[in-house]
């Protein structure tokens, strides 16, 4: 399962390795306290076979006894203990044998450092008896002692099993947490060749995507900043050339007739000085409009509030003598939240394109559905083809035989645009019925209730 953050990764990697610490540790532990628990329960188990060994001495017969009899009772006790013991004189010669310890006899040798253990009486006699025969360790097992001999290593030996122990638990660590570790610093590492081959200048450089954790995201966000970057740079390289060739026009045209004003006559200056007048005017107009293309396209804030489309359609088909049509349905004055300043020069843009090149039957045809706006800018003039009724929009086009002659420098109708989509809607050209062209605005409509405060951004 791949987690999504990436602090939980790091989480669980210590969790796990936190595991792996505590298991070895819990198994170091544990053969360190069996160890000193199976020294414990040697040293009680030689204590109660002493005892045992101490009881049978003052139970059996004197050493004087018949060796009958001394078999005898050695073998009655041996029966009634459940023990394996054997008895010997003290020339070393055997009295008496139980059955277990007959029984494994041919496994175990008679010194003291075997399976049994030897005890001398106090009047000389040996009495041998079977480790783990009949004692049970404390914890109430199998005898450590039956069958094969368990021996405690030395303590050198134990401390060698601890230290491999540990050395394997660093081992384990360090090749757990390497490729995790080497995969985030690998991931942060292509993360930055890419940022600094971004800022060297190569706009189109993007970084891999790879998981679903912060780094990701921090790829992902570098990536839609530098396709943003990539595209403010690129529009604002083809802003200038654009702008640097339309600025010619009007520059030449000034100069030439600033070159023409002292040797004109004098009944011909007006003329040539509303030449210049409308040269400036068309140059300010240029200013103005990359100035306000350039702010849509850095995507600055809006200063948003609410906004009368009725009275800012009115007032702007009254400036420049176009028909307004309200829509018979309309049974308020449509509002809605956006920027009235770049509202209003969408709809003047729309307006004055239509007077420029659609003649004199101008009109906006105001309409309000449940969720929506729509302005319709009529005109009669020849119309757009419509292969190029999508190019119009785009910055510095012009239709063909539309030259600066005519007004505008072909910004008007992509200002509308990026306007239209900063608001959420959209623009388009459509043909009219019955010669001419129609430019519909459509733009989303907020509901208006009466205690809903005005906003304002910016």
Known sequence: MRLRHLYLNIYVTVLLVLMVFALVAMLIVRHHTAAQHGQIERAVIHERMSAWVELLEHSLPPAEAPSEDQAQALLTWAQRLRMGIALDDAAGHRLATSALYAQRQNVMSNDDVGPSSRFVLSDGRVLWVLRGGGLRPLNGGAGEYGGRARHLPPPE???????????????AIAAGSYPVVRRLTRRLEALQKGVEAFGAGHLGQRVSVDGR????????????????????VRA??????????????????????????????????????AEIDRDIDELNSLVEEVLLASRLEARTA??????????????????????????????????????????????????????RYGGDEVSLHLETSATALRLAICDRGPGVPEAERERIFESFYRLPGHTEGAGGVGLGLSLVRQIAQRHKGSVCCEAREGGG??????????????????????
Do not use: W
């Open 157 to 171: 030996e134990r401390a060698s099993v601890v230290l491999g122990g540990l050395a394997l638990l660093f081992l």
């Open 302 to 355: 809006l200063s948003v509030e609410r906004v009368d489309l009725l009275g800012l359609a009115a007032e702007e088909c009254a400036r420049v003598g176009a028909e307004l049509v309200v829509g018979a349905t309309q049974a308020a004055a449509p509002e809605l939240d956006g920027d009235e300043r770049l509202l209003r020069r969408a709809l003047r843009n729309l307006l004055e394109n239509g007077r």
């Open 437 to 458: 062209s129609c430019f519909v605005l459509t733009l989303p409509l907020h509901p208006v209730t009466g205690s809903e405060p005005v906003r304002h951004n910016g």
């Open 213 to 232: 954790d912060e780094i990701a995201a921090l790829a992902q966000s570098f990536n839609l900043a530098a396709s943003r970057i990539e595209e403010l």
């Open 236 to 273: 604002n390289q083809s802003l200038l050339a654009n702008a640097s060739h339309e600025f010619r026009s009007p520059l030449a045209r000034l100069k030439m007739a600033l070159a023409m004003l002292p040797t004109t006559p004098e009944h011909r200056r007006p003329a040539l000085q």
